[in-house]
């Protein structure tokens, strides 16, 4: 029950994300800066969970480090609202990004430790997203604070970053260590996925070990998918806000979370008949799918129907990256695990994906942005193809 209460009180302080584009061009930025900074909002991601995830496994506690990252949000949410200046921007973008890419490595390395291998993580996570629905549906339509200035939205960052905070804070001790008495039990006994998701022994007992050849391709499965996904996560409220004229950032953004809940109940389940890869592929044909939706028809009921395709670009995507990953190292190294894929499998192609797409928004337009990335998430499955194919071969 406590895992349920983190997530759902935690979630409320990624709302605001949802309009990170739109504050950014709120303070008169060109598409072309604003990819920029949405890509250093990433980059900023990727060192953060490495350097909060080494800590946190070398010192066996997450909460000192969950603390820092959401009291990121807090303090930095005004400052970016207030002050337009590239550098000062830039600082605090960076910031927010650190807070926001590192808190969710912490956060999933202490459900995986205390669910084990078996525990049904995407349940716990299903209540993260219905808080996080709640949250952007009262920005939406509240009329205290509306968030369509950047100082409005700031001060959302700051007053979800400080409950984020606060319920972290007065969690007990003994759920955020790092489980390492458990390790040897959890390996022994609780591994019952599928062979595509199992851990190679060796693996298990050698954290040096943790880059697995399997482990890269998986990767880089996970990376092309997210590098697909980039323009949606990062240009599509901006699209629907700037080109469509539709104030509806806060809706599209509740509607994808909403049908991603219902594939977070089920993944357990479908990750223990199909295996975590095949349906990381999976998500990446819908990924491909849902590009095409948006770049071949500029319209309000098409981009609802793209946005029910978020149930498996991300509410089957999501849980299966982390099974993945999770049973791909040891117990006493999930944090530095699960920041490899938050960072190197997300983090980073998200951030080239946002510095490439405000260039080619500046001279193509968002639907030429939307139509050519629909190349990496062919890419994502080819790799799949081709890692099952060389599998195959080799136990045959």
Known sequence: MFLIL??????????????????????????????????LFEGAGIAGPFLFGYFADKWGRYKPGLILTFAFLAIAGIPLGLFRNPLISALFIAILGMGYRSSTPLLDAVATIS???TGNYGKVRAFGSISYIIMVLFLQYS???????????GIWFMLSGCVATLTVIIIPAKYTGNGRPRAAATARGTLRLK????????TLSS??????PLLIMGLLIIGFNRLAMAPINGFLPLYVFEKMQWNAVGLIAALSATAEVPFMFISSKLIRRFGALPLVALSSVAVGLRLGIYALFPLKGAIIIGQLLHSLCYGIFHPAAVAFISSSVPPE???????LYLSLGSGLPTMLGNIAGGII????????????FISFALISV??????RFHRRRNEA
Not at 10 to 32: D, H, Q
Not at 207 to 212: D, E, G, T
């Open 115 to 117: 669910l084990g291998n």
């Open 361 to 372: 928004i500046e001279h193509g337009g968002y639907r030429t942005l939307f139509a050519s």
């Open 382 to 387: 080819a790799l799949y193809l081709f890692t």
């Open 207 to 212: 954290p040096r070990k943790i880059l697995s």
């Open 6 to 39: 983190v997530y759902f009180w935690t979630f409320i302080s990624y709302a605001p994300t949802s309009y990170i584009a739109v504050m950014v061009r709120g303070l008169g930025y060109s598409p072309s800066t604003i990819g920029i900074l949405l890509g």
């Open 333 to 339: 190294r999930r944090a530095l695990g699960l920041s």
């Open 195 to 202: 062979p595509s998701l199992q851990t190679p022994q060796s």
């Open 143 to 153: 009329k205290f604070l509306v968030p369509d200035t950047p100082l409005n939205i």
